[in-house]
């Protein structure tokens, strides 16, 4: 059974930053395209970041809002996924979920880490 389990997440200020980890299991991220959504209350899940499997050259693309303030990576041994965050906006406050393409297809996701931007 695929699983990801998202963490890393808290209370950050403006400007701040924040690392978070998605730790997969049955699956393996580098043969796999990952995404991160995130989902502020009141609104539908958003895309955040995509990066590519390794084969692909694990190319990477990120919505507009967070292009320059955000970075997707994988680290192959531990099977995690990561979202480096710096410079954080208040705007950025939802619950962060990563995902695979199959998962996306079939709404199937994780409870996500919740991100609070806020001084």
């Known amino acids: 059974q695929v699983q990801f389990v998202e963490s890393g997440g808290g209370l950050v200020q403006p400007g701040g930053s924040l690392r978070l980890s998605c730790a997969a299991s049955?699956?393996?991220?580098?043969?796999?395209?990952m995404f991160w959504y995130h989902q502020a209350v009141g609104k539908q899940r958003e895309y955040v970041a995509t990066l590519t499997t390794e084969t692909s050259g694990s190319l990477t693309q990120y919505v507009d809002s967070v292009k320059g303030r955000f970075t997707i990576s994988r680290d192959n041994a531990k099977n995690t996924v990561y979202l480096q965050m710096s410079d954080l906006k208040p705007e950025d406050t939802a619950v962060y979920y990563c995902n695979d393409a199959i998962g996306v297809a079939r709404n199937r996701w994780g409870q996500g880490t919740q991100v609070t931007v806020s001084s």
């Open positions: 049955g699956t393996d991220t580098a043969t796999s395209v």
